[in-house]
């Protein structure tokens, strides 16, 4: 596969890639050295780079977990449905109690016990994630328990990997935490499917006596109207007249009359669209969601960007398209360097040209204006010119979240270290640099070890 094609990542690939990072990150030469070939004749920026490059890598490093992974979810998936359907066909046959000797079921117990119950369990779900997602970094409960299940059956893999799987990486959603989503989702589908299937048989083999009246006189005809016209408002419906409620309770039970073939249209369309719906919309979402987020895989946690220096062999930079090079350089330690100094090491190097400089922390009014309007103009984005010994995270992270306000998400940064004077920095200071650069996880920000 050649490194220009787009290249997609799986959840299989995504589990095998975080196993292999954790338990054997080495890089083989002979694979290394292809995957630098294939970079070099090929034009790409970064990212689609370093997913090509990290998916090489992974043909040499299959761990077998991924699958395992995948294997399991769609087992649990056939398991799940098959339960949740005969739950919803269980729950219709629970709701029918014997009076006078027949069948009867009492239309409050029934959309309690399908939608209502559903609704209150849906909107718990929500409040659990929430709480879970903003609280304590979880993702809820019945995730981490179907998530601790998929876990211990698809063999061992480090908590710290299934942490980071499970709960995404930085800003990162989770592609794991969706395909476990869509489990959930699809438990509902099942018990609703059910549901449906269960009222059907239940009115097709067995002659059913309905009856709505309570002791409670808060659950009578005139609530249980106003109930069923807010629920058919769902689909356009208008629910069941007063005149027809009345109607059913004439009947005594009976199944024959225009009362009651509304009644049937009424609960199977309130079945479908106030609980099987939902269900199937959540879960095209969950699907939807998992594969924007395997398309959307950034690679910078700290684990990536050290493995793919390892890989590259470079130092991180970002492949500008087309001819312009220009870049704006920023004297952040006011070294005092001249520009023409670094300039074969700019344009050797990292193929860019410095076409304006300005000394940060010294800026007038008038020469600040003008150098956010040349980043902003700059083709191939800043440069830092900063001291190796002389790194302060809160000065550089406070610049970097400036220039992005004032010159946009997309300005290409690159960070570069010098030593004292003109010259390559101390191995342990660039190493600092690197690790907090790393720890920004921008895949926009790089770092460079200036070479004399």
């Known amino acids: ?4 094609k787009k290249v997609s990542w799986s959840l299989e690939n995504l589990v095998d890639f975080e196993v292999a990072v954790q338990q054997s990150p080495r890089v083989d030469s002979e ?20 997913r090509w490059g990290f998916k090489e890598w992974l043909r040499s490093k299959k761990t077998g977990a991924g699958a395992k992974v995948v294997s399991v979810t769609r087992l649990l998936a056939v398991i799940l449905l098959a339960i949740t359907f005969l739950m919803g066909i269980g729950v219709i046959r629970g709701i029918v109690t014997r009076v006078d ?16 119950v559903q609704w209150l369990l849906l909107l718990g779900g929500l409040i659990t994630f929430l709480l879970a997602r903003y609280w304590i970094g979880g993702v809820g409960w019945l995730k981490d328990l179907l998530s601790s299940v998929v876990r211990n059956l698809a063999g061992k893999i480090s908590p710290d990997t299934w942490r980071s799987l499970i709960q995404g990486k930085g800003k990162q959603p989770s592609a794991l935490a969706w395909r476990l989503t869509r489990l959930l989702q699809l438990a509902g589908v099942g018990f609703n499917v059910g549901l449906i299937a269960g009222l059907f048989g239940l009115l097709w083999f067995t002659n059913v006596h309905f009856y709505w009246e309570s002791s409670l006189s808060q659950f009578g005809g005139e609530s249980l109207g106003k109930v069923t016209r807010f629920l058919a408002a769902a689909w356009g419906g208008g629910g069941l ?12 039970g009976g199944s024959g009359g225009e009362n009651w073939d509304a009644f049937f249209r009424f609960i199977f369309a309130a079945l479908f669209v106030w609980g099987l719906l939902p269900r199937l919309l959540l879960w095209g979402l969950a699907v939807s969601k998992e594969r924007k987020t395997l398309a959307a895989l950034e690679f910078q946690d700290v684990e990536h960007r050290k493995l793919w220096r390892e890989i590259s062999r470079v130092e991180r930079t970002v492949t500008m398209e087309g001819m312009k090079d220009g870049v704006v350089l920023l004297d952040v330690g006011g070294l005092g360097i001249a520009t023409d100094a670094i300039r074969p090491f700019l344009l050797q190097r990292l193929r860019v040209n410095p076409e304006k400089s300005f000394a940060v ?27 190796g010994w002389d790194l302060s995270p809160k000065q550089i992270t406070a610049l970097i979240a400036r220039i992005r306000k004032e ?22 200071d660039f190493k600092t640099w690197q690790e907090f650069v790393d720890g920004m996880r921008d895949p926009k920000l790089e770092c460079v070890a200036f070479e004399g």
């Open 1 to 4: 596969m050649a490194a220009g």
């Open 31 to 50: 694979v290394g050295r292809r995957i630098r070939d294939e970079i070099r004749a090929e034009n790409l920026s970064d990212l689609p780079m370093r």
């Open 101 to 116: 000797g027949n069948s009867s079921l009492n239309i409050w117990v029934l959309l309690a016990g399908t939608i209502g």
């Open 241 to 252: 007249s007063d005149a027809q409620i009345a109607g059913l309770k004439d009947v005594a």
């Open 361 to 387: 922390g010294i800026l007038d009014e008038s020469e600040e204006r003008e150098a956010w309007q040349a980043m902003k103009e700059a083709p191939c984005g800043v440069v830092f010119l900063v001291e």
């Open 407 to 428: 010159a946009g998400a997309d300005t290409v940064l690159r960070i570069l270290v010098m030593g004292d004077g003109i010259a390559p920095p101390d191995a342990d």
